[in-house]
């Protein structure tokens, strides 16, 4: 570890003395460019901006608006709504405890199991400046792996914004209410500013017993000064949710496409923060430095089956980075250390006050890392290096296990992670990239136990446990082209994986997919987005993306795999809008979405595929005046039946669905003042 902070000492003794700045750099966005790619690294990427945010947000979780906004990304709701209760998402078919998530450079992943649960911070993208989506290992970022791919939120930036009071109310299908309030003081005199966000968000959802109560605060503000900036942003969010993680036998659907096995007795209620601090200063010309400290946890009930599971999480972190341009050269390094600690507890709902289950363990880990681009004439050059390294401890709970303490297991991985990459802008107009990229990535605790707790089933396997950690090689190759009314951006891309921790389609408890070890496989693909304005009237963008998966070697239980697709890996994706704006005060948009068959278990049997699926939808924007903004989506326009999620029964008989829902609508009120 003395490597990584005399690597970083080494890089500010020798950039702060620099002079004669070429470059200027946003202060504000130190934090944020750390984790990022630029808009020419050799990186897929998709960026939206606070324009197109505003555009199609009208309170949803985020991962309901990125799947129209970037290839290959697809998402799944267990209540049926975009604004409420649990929802997940897949990029190039991975999963979502696999790819890296951010809010300006901070983690917002759990650390132990990997995932991020949106239904703990709801409304909250209203707050973002922007997003960036990475796909494949892209470049270094905080936190877990970016192994399939990153999502970097950023929050509202202040500097530039005048003060401002704003109110949306929302209203739809499902009973869904929202309403969210927004006031920014403005920057004073004294360089003094914030803004505050609060937000309450209701909805039976659209499968029964599927209701939710959100109430969110986001607050975001502090110095802005010529050379330095110290900042503060916190939020915090409480949801109750009724419970909906069972998917349901096709033939149940059809007859009852609402139906949840689960009654309104199953329920949870969580509670989530997240407090960050951060300090930016320009050290000389060419040099910036920003140091993060944070505190993030979460808590609450999750009642199902007459038990509760309790869980407390608790965060806590610090980042270093410093960024250094001279000329041709700029390099970007930075140190991430943090803590996070976890108790899990069983009681049964008549005694909760004696638990029949308590667990503890803990994750530290400290990374670094680098990254710099030259440029050459028409080339650029790109390097990043990352050095992870991180154990996970664990206390079991031994009455549980039936045997006599043996002490904490522990786990400790060190990961080495290079990317390399060449831009070539043939002219102002048109730009090649290429890169290859290396990551791993441990596995997480449920992976390891193949569960959620220690027994006397499962004690033995943990404590020598060959659950091996994974890899990836990744291979990009890229073109984007922007004319006066026309980009596009495509890519391909091959990604070989060793020991690729996948699902493999049976399901463990609360509707969690059973991981295992799938020794040699492989993804590649195409991925295209474009836009073309043919008229300052009409626009036409999308999205598309192909993928081709192979199991070439994996063993489930004593039968051999070979020559399989992964699942849950649609074969195609499209997206593709057209918006007119036949005055300035009125938009309409129109948009399509095809998602491809996807298999649910690692066999292929076809009776266990969710089939392919087309839904519209459409969205019209009135613009009242100035400070009254009206907009109206209806949503499944073709009152089509659809699933993007499903696994087999229990039993093994029949395919499973969440089912989506019918045609709906929601009505939104935005009021500036």
């Not at 570890?1 to 070429?22: C, E, G, N, P, R």
């Not at 400046?129 to 290992?137: F, K, L």
């Not at 050290?283 to 140091?291: D, Y």
């Not at 943990?462 to 951006?489: A, H, P, W």
Request: charged share 20%; glycine share 8%; proline share 3%.
């Amino acid at each position: 570890m003395k490597t990584f902070f005399l690597s970083v000492l080494l890089l500010i003794s020798s950039t702060v003395l620099a002079q004669d700045s070429l470059k200027t750099v946003q202060l504000e966005e130190v934090a944020i460019t750390a984790v990022r790619a630029s808009a020419q690294a050799p990186v897929p990427q998709a960026n939206i901006s606070k324009k197109q945010i505003e555009e199609v947000y009208v309170g949803q979780h985020p991962i309901f608006m990125l799947e129209r906004m970037t290839p290959g990304f697809y998402s799944f709701s267990e209540s049926g709504t975009s604004f409420a209760n649990y929802g997940s998402f897949r990029l190039r078919g991975i999963n979502q405890e696999r790819i890296n998530i951010t809010l300006t450079g901070v983690p917002l992943n759990d650390m132990i199991d990997q995932g991020v649960f949106f239904s703990n911070f709801t409304d909250i993208a209203n707050n973002f400046e922007s997003i960036q989506v990475q796909r494949g290992v892209g470049t270094s970022s905080n936190g877990v792996s970016s192994y399939g791919g990153s999502i970097n939120f950023e929050s509202i930036n202040l500097r530039n914004k005048e003060a401002f009071s704003a109110a949306q109310l929302g209203a739809g299908s499902f009973n869904t209410l929202r309403a969210n309030f927004q006031n920014f003081t403005g920057i004073n005199k004294k360089g003094w500013g914030f803004l505050t966000s609060i937000s309450k968000l209701t909805s039976d959802g659209y499968r029964d017993n599927t209701e939710t109560d959100a109430t969110s605060i986001f607050l975001t503000g502090g110095y802005y000064g010529d050379d330095e900036i110290f900042k503060l942003t916190f939020f915090t969010s409480r949801a109750e949710n009724g419970l909906g993680y069972s998917t349901v036998e096709k033939s149940i659907l059809e007859n009852d496409p609402t139906f949840n096995p689960l009654s309104e007795n199953d329920e949870d209620d969580f509670q989530q923060f997240l407090l960050q601090m951060q300090y930016n200063k320009i050290l000389s010309p060419k040099t910036t430095l920003g140091v993060t400290g944070y505190y993030g946890g979460a808590g609450g009930d999750f009642v199902t089956f007459g038990q509760n599971f309790p869980l407390r999480n608790d965060h806590v972190g610090s980042i270093l980075n410093l960024d250094f341009t001279d000329g041709n050269l700029s390099v970007n390094s930075g140190i991430h250390a943090y803590t996070f600690r976890r108790k899990n507890e069983e009681s049964a709902l008549t005694d909760l006050d004696n638990p029949t289950y308590s667990e503890e363990s803990s994750k530290n880990e400290i990374s670094w890392f680098a990254k710099a681009a030259y440029e050459l004439g028409n080339l650029t050059a790109y390097a990043d290096l990352q050095i992870r390294n991180t154990r996970l401890n664990i206390s079991p709970d031994y009455s549980a296990v039936g045997i006599s303490p043996e002490g904490d297991i522990s786990f400790d991985w060190t990961f080495i992670n290079p990317r390399i990459g060449l831009t070539y802008d043939v002219n102002n107009a048109l730009s090649l990239y290429s890169s290859y990229g290396r990551s791993g990535r441990e596995p997480t605790k449920i992976d390891l136990f193949g569960g959620f707790r220690l027994d006397t089933i499962n004690y033995i396997s943990v404590r020598n446990s060959s659950f091996s950690e994974e890899y990836v090689n990744d291979f990009e190759l890229g073109v984007r082209l922007t004319k006066q009314n026309f980009v596009i951006d495509g890519n391909f891309y091959y990604m070989d994986f060793d020991n690729e921790i996948a699902p493999i389609g049976r399901v463990l408890t609360f509707g969690v997919q059973e991981r295992d070890n799938i020794k040699n496989s492989t993804r590649a693909g195409f991925e295209l987005m474009w836009a073309y304005m043919p008229t300052s009237e009409t626009e036409f963008t999308g999205n598309i993306a192909y993928l081709s998966t192979n199991i070439e070697q994996a063993l489930l239980d004593t039968v051999e795999i070979q020559n399989k697709e992964q699942i849950l890996s649609p074969d195609l994706i499209v997206n593709a809008q057209v918006k007119y704006k036949p005055s300035q005060s009125i938009s309409l948009s129109l948009s399509g979405r095809y998602l491809g068959e996807q298999f649910m278990e690692i066999t292929n049997d076809p009776l266990f595929t969710v089939p392919s699926s087309f839904v519209t939808d459409f969205m019209i924007e009135a613009n009242i005046s100035e400070a009254i903004t009206l907009s109206g989506s209806i949503n499944n326009l073709l009152d089509e039946t659809y699933y993007t999620f499903g696994t087999p029964n229990f039993t093994g008989t029949e395919p499973a669905f969440f089912a989506q829902p019918e045609r709906n609508f929601f009505l939104s009120l935005n009021v500036k003042f």
